[in-house]
């Protein structure tokens, strides 16, 4: 069960119901701003918002934004204005990046003859989501009609079966 609390230009913000563990979390899909001069008005709005939140919170989607220098790869370097807005919304809302199964890099793109690799779709949990659903990450699928990757959320990921370890004899 889901309820829209916020619907914004680049943002939506919904309360969710999880049935099975009878609990409630927001989750947010995200669609942040490429344009450089919007996107510190972006993230502070972003953690304006964090304070207001009071259950459990989890922004989905596309950030375009860089957390470390390897989450590109190709083309030029990576410029230092595009490695601090992220980290810092991460700190300063106790988050963390999901754990990805698949694919790292979401977004592709040929730039003067390069082929250039980035990962700016994403899951971010907040200190109180990692709580509630520890075991949460992203499955990121192929490149289809779009230069992005589809990135889906899951909550309680199939757990890998443990494999036995065989017990063999050898007679002398």
């Known amino acids: 069960m889901a309820n829209v609390l916020i619907k914004e230009e680049r943002a ?9 563990i009878q609990k409630f979390s927001i989750i947010s899909g995200v669609y ?3 344009q450089p001069r919007q996107k510190d008005a972006f993230w ?3 953690s304006s918002i964090n304070s207001f939140f009071d259950n459990p919170w989890c922004l989905i989607c596309d950030f375009n934004e860089l957390e470390y220098p390897a989450d590109k790869i190709g083309g ?5 204005s595009r490695l601090h807005r992220l ?3 991460l700190n300063m809302c106790q988050a963390v990046s999901l754990p990805v199964i698949g694919r790292s890099y979401t977004w592709k793109k040929r730039i003067h003859g390069n082929l250039v690799y980035e990962k700016l779709d994403r899951a971010i949990g907040r200190h109180d989501w990692n709580c509630q659903y520890p075991s949460s990450c992203v499955y990121t699928g192929p490149f ?3 230069d992005h990757s589809y990135v889906m959320l899951d909550t309680k990921p199939a757990q890998m079966p443990q494999r ?3 017990f063999r004899y050898q007679p002398n």
Do not use: D, E, R
């Open 144 to 146: 289809t009609c779009s």
């Open 44 to 46: 502070n709005h972003l």
């Open 87 to 89: 980290p810092k919304f």
């Open 32 to 34: 942040a701003t490429a």
């Open 12 to 20: 939506i913000h919904m309360l969710v119901f999880y049935v099975q």
């Open 164 to 166: 036995k370890s065989l």
């Open 76 to 80: 030029s370097p990576v410029a230092p």
